[in-house]
T-cell receptor, first 112, second 112 residues
């Protein structure tokens, strides 16, 4: 089992819809979770951090964390074509000597 | 404005040559990291530093070295470049005590 797993996609949604991106992780002791957005040819950009169970909202973005299920997700409401990018889930893994481990990313395509 | 920069942005070198990639940040962040990103492997940690004179190996450190003589800079050296080191290299930094990381624009390295 990979330490951080994401569906590679591509995930295609129509403009205005809700995009749901999912991530599972292996270390039950992890406490810190992040979502990065990466446009093609660009560097990853931190868009959300979440540390507690439940939902965290920032504008059109909502991060959801369920530590019991070892599951973190990102919802993008009212998706726009400008949201088309690869979304990387990152988990701080204590059992790896304290390192941020990235999933391989989910490619999101928002169709006008 | 505070920022993180990488140079050069593109580099072509020959097998066996020593190459140094520069990373400079003006956020006064204690933590600095080097990653490589390849199709099928995602972001992989090469080396990292939690402060001046501190350096640590990541998961793919063979053939790479770093040194940290001040807070602002963490240069990455490829001792003897190999074709397997053709990749996009990202530097990142973060505050002490925080697991959030902020990425530089990247360096695309080609080893021929």
């Amino acid at each position: 089992q990979k330490e951080v797993e994401q569906n590679s996609g591509p995930l295609s949604v129509p403009e205005g819809a809700i995009a749901s991106l999912n991530c599972t992780y292996s270390d039950r002791g992890s406490q810190s979770f992040f979502w990065y957005r990466q446009y093609s040819g660009k560097s990853p950009e931190l868009i959300m951090s979440i540390y507690s169970n439940g939902d965290k909202e920032d504008g059109r973005f909502t991060a959801q964390l369920n530590k019991a299920s070892q599951y973190v997700s990102l919802l993008i409401r009212d998706s726009q074509p400008s949201d088309s990018a690869t979304y990387l889930c990152a988990v701080f893994l204590y059992n790896q000597g304290g390192k941020l481990i990235f999933g391989q990313g989910t490619e999101l395509s928002v169709k006008p | 404005d505070a920022e993180i920069t990488q140079s050069p942005r593109h580099k072509i070198t020959e097998t066996g040559r020593q190459v140094t990639l520069a990373c400079h940040q003006t956020w006064n962040h204690n933590n600095m990291f080097w990653y490589r990103q390849d199709l099928g492997h995602g972001l992989r940690l090469i080396h990292y530093s939690y402060g001046v004179q501190d350096t640590n190996k990541g998961e793919v450190s063979d053939g790479y070295s770093v040194s940290r003589s001040n807070t602002e800079d963490l240069p990455l050296t490829l001792e003897s470049a190999a074709s397997s080191q053709t990749s996009v290299y990202f530097c990142a930094s973060g505050r002490a005590g925080s697991y959030e990381q902020y990425f530089g624009p990247g360096t695309r390295l080609t080893v021929t």
